[in-house]
């Protein structure tokens, strides 16, 4: 027999922006009633999220710092003409300490696994089972919406998470590969030190379409490996997927795409235009509701449409450099635009990563011998909304 829950909270969709969510609320009106929806079997689904320290405030550390699986104090990067050693922080976060800690932080009526959402408005949200959850507000964080509504090129992957017969030997974070063969548009290596054999390699494209040839990026991978000298006992864990990079487009149109629903995550916009990073977002975002006086649907509704849509004007530059790496230069020579910005300041780098990039590093970013001819760098910024 079906029933009606009530709630004062309802967020459909536990990932990361959901997840976040959930917790800074909970943590902040504890007697608040939450119910985090989602359709899969585990909070998270399979992922791995990582993060520079500096794209989370000090306000905001509490809400990841117990999420995190690995951290190194510096990272690496590496292109044909130079490598460079950073000294920023790097953390990642493993979806399965992501839901564990989640279900340890909340009430275990909070959390509703394997429970598909049909039909969601700004308060009521109707389960494929017959259940239906009527709350005060609702906010909607799966997925993305109607991305035919942007321009946008690609960041598509494989990683793999490889249990070796010997040590790896690698001491920090290689980031940027890029020394590598470039195919399918700007390609890159990142790998990440789980443990003394333990090793998360990944095969990463900024390309034109999203489409993944799996059986062709793993064997990359092992030939990657196999150069490196590492011999491989299991492999632990493998995930892929596609992720927007946002050159231009109609952010109002994408956002009604959602419905007229509070929205959060990459279903909101909320993601650095050229990265295509989310968790600086989601943890903000989080913060943001968290601190609302009100969990009223149309009021959050309001909230976070004005929040996206400020972050979405106020991002425009990086939307110009997507679009300048994605037209201003042939796929096989976009890696040189990465090659030069990191040879600029550490500072600018990590505030670019945090999508907060002060007036001077645009200007520093922007002059100089550009890495694209001129024209077509001219003509791939133009017009970018």
Known sequence: MSATISCDLAIVGGGLAGGLIARAVHQRHPHAEIRLIEGGAHLGGNHLWSFFASDVTPANRWLVSPLISHGWTRYDVAFPDHARTLKSPYYSIESRQFE????????????????????????????????????????DCRGTGDLATLELGWQKFLGRELVLT??????RPMVMDATVDQQDGYRF?????????????????????????????????????????????????????????????????????GGAVAKAGMRAGLFHPLTSYSLPDAVRTASLVAQATSFDGAALHNLLHLYAARLWRSRRF????????????????????????YRLDEGLIRRFYAANSSLGDKIRVMTGKPPVPIGRAARAIMGVQ
């Open 318 to 341: 990086y939307r110009m450099l997507a679009a300048m790496l994605f037209k201003a230069a042939e796929p096989e020579e976009r890696y040189r635009i990465l090659a030069r910005f």
């Open 166 to 171: 010997s040590p790896h030997h690698l001491q």
């Open 100 to 139: 564990r800690q989640l279900l340890a932080a909340l009430p275990v009526s909070a959390v509703m696994l394997e429970r598909q959402a049909i039909e969601v408005t700004s308060n009521i949200v109707q389960l494929a089972d017959g259940d239906r959850i009527e709350a005060k507000g609702v906010i």
């Open 189 to 257: 290596v990142y790998c990440l030190p789980f443990g003394a054999d333990r090793i998360f390699v990944e095969d990463t494209y900024y390309s034109d379409d999203r489409a993944i040839d799996a059986d062709a990026l793993g064997g990359r991978i092992h030939a990657y490996v196999a150069a490196r000298g590492w011999q491989v006992a299991s492999t632990a864990r493998e995930e892929s997927g596609v992720l927007p990079v946002a050159l231009g487009g109609d952010f109002e149109a994408y956002w009604r795409s």
